[in-house]
């Protein structure tokens, strides 16, 4: 990818024969884990869309798969890039396998905190220590087992680590009970893994505060390839940028009620976009004009917090948006580097406690709006589909390919693209 790409409106709008979605990040993580538990190796991965993060769990796992008949008794060293999905789950699965185990990444996977993970192992049994500081990457894992009945969990800054320790729960050789007493951060990821794991054959009963998993394995455990919703709300968010009666139709989509950002759906519809179902999947339709004041709150779905402000912002809205403080940890200070942009491009935005306000603009937006991607897929996609209205440069875009790899080619078919390298 160039270093810099230009975004533009096209000259006439288009009609749209299909968008490609990538498969679920989230999804195909958990059933690497799970085919690893079951199966003790791993199948090759379909070859479709796949975004980097999942080629990059398949690769740690692969490596702790290599490594269980290693008997030299030095740590295996998983370097998990950017990716904290990659590293919680790492991090779990080899305590569970019995395996000694660095888990590492680079600078700013080092910047974001493990703590609620490394208490959490600590507290089953596991043995670890902190190689730097405390509470962050990189993590060495020692050993030890499973020696408890009942685990009590928090999750302020994510919820990974309970879906990792959930995974593993029915290949510990005894029955766990899961417990939490404050609210769990991402709330729909952890009831994603406890579908995955029923639809498996899993035993793993649901309580309000509570999840008691038994022994036995995934005796049913089959692939699940589905697209990917958060991908998804990126399409919806360009159709808010088209004209009323514009259509994007997204392929092989289905309402599988497993993804948490499902919820897309019901979010944008405020904004005059609606799904229908399509032979080949669904179809997003700019149904109407937006109203003049949304409320969102995605305390529960963070990863669409970024594509649904930047549609409020760039059709000119009042927004109140309610925004969960652990956006901050993400690839990227996600919520203090997109806000900085936005208000460095002309947006009216506010931040006061854990709402953002978004206020109409007053003035003209300059041209191209600027943004620096800050290495995070999220911040660079929410831009790139700005630029379906109005001209975007968009800085280090190659980024996207964390979780949508092919998502320039497909954004093609609604804007135009230019590189300019020395722009």
């Known amino acids: 990818m160039p270093e810099k790409l230009l975004i533009e409106p096209l000259p006439k709008q288009p009609v749209v024969d299909g968008i490609d979605l990538p498969l679920s990040k989230s999804v195909l993580n958990r059933y690497l884990c799970m085919e690893l538990l079951q199966n003790g190796t791993l199948t090759q991965l379909p070859a479709y869309s796949l975004a980097d993060d999942v080629v990059l769990m398949h690769n740690v796992l692969q490596k702790l798969s290599n490594h269980q008949s ?123 893994t406890i579908k995955m794991m029923q639809q498996s054959g899993a035993r793993a009963s649901l309580q309000p505060k509570s999840v008691v998993i038994s022994p036995g394995g995934y005796p049913y455990l089959k692939p699940f390839w589905v697209r990917d919703w958060s991908s998804a709300a990126f399409m919806l968010q360009a159709a808010t940028m088209m004209p009323v009666g514009s259509t994007i139709p997204l392929r092989r989509l289905t309402r599988n009620q497993l993804q948490g950002d499902e919820i897309a759906e019901e979010l944008f519809a405020p904004l005059g976009v609606t799904l229908q179902n399509h032979p080949e999947g669904l179809m997003a339709i700019k149904r109407s004009t937006p109203d003049p004041v949304v409320k969102a709150d995605f305390t529960h779905c963070p990863d669409l917090f970024n594509t649904f402000a930047m549609a409020v912002a760039m059709l000119n809205l009042s927004g109140v948006l309610r925004c969960p403080k652990h956006l901050r940890y993400k690839e990227s200070n996600r919520l203090g580097d997109f806000l900085e942009t936005l208000a460095r491009n002309g947006f009216q935005v506010d931040l006061k406690g854990d709402e953002l306000l978004i206020e109409p603009r007053n003035s003209p937006l300059p041209n191209p709006l600027l943004c620096n991607s800050m290495n995070d897929h999220r911040i660079a996609m929410s831009w790139a589909i700005a630029g379906i209205k109005h001209p975007v440069l968009l800085i280090n875009p190659d980024v996207v390919s964390k979780s949508f790899p092919g998502f320039f080619s497909q954004l093609e078919k609604v804007a135009s693209l230019t590189t300019c390298n020395h722009r």
């Open 70 to 192: 290693d008997q030299s008794g030095e740590p295996v060293v998983l370097d998990c890039h950017n990716a904290g999905t990659v590293a919680r789950f790492a991090a779990v699965m080899a305590a569970s396998l019995g395996i000694k185990a660095i888990v590492k990444g680079d600078p700013r996977l080092h910047q974001r905190p493990v703590a609620e993970l490394g208490e959490m192992l600590k507290s089953v049994g596991f043995d670890l220590e902190w190689i730097g500081q405390k509470g962050f990457l990189p993590l060495l894992i020692n050993g030890g087992r499973c020696s408890v009945d009942t685990l009590r969990v928090k999750a302020t800054e994510s919820s990974q680590h309970i879906s990792a320790c959930l995974l593993v729960a029915p290949f510990l050789g005894r029955e766990l009970v899961v417990e939490w007493s404050e609210d769990i951060v991402s709330w729909p990821y952890v009831e994603l």
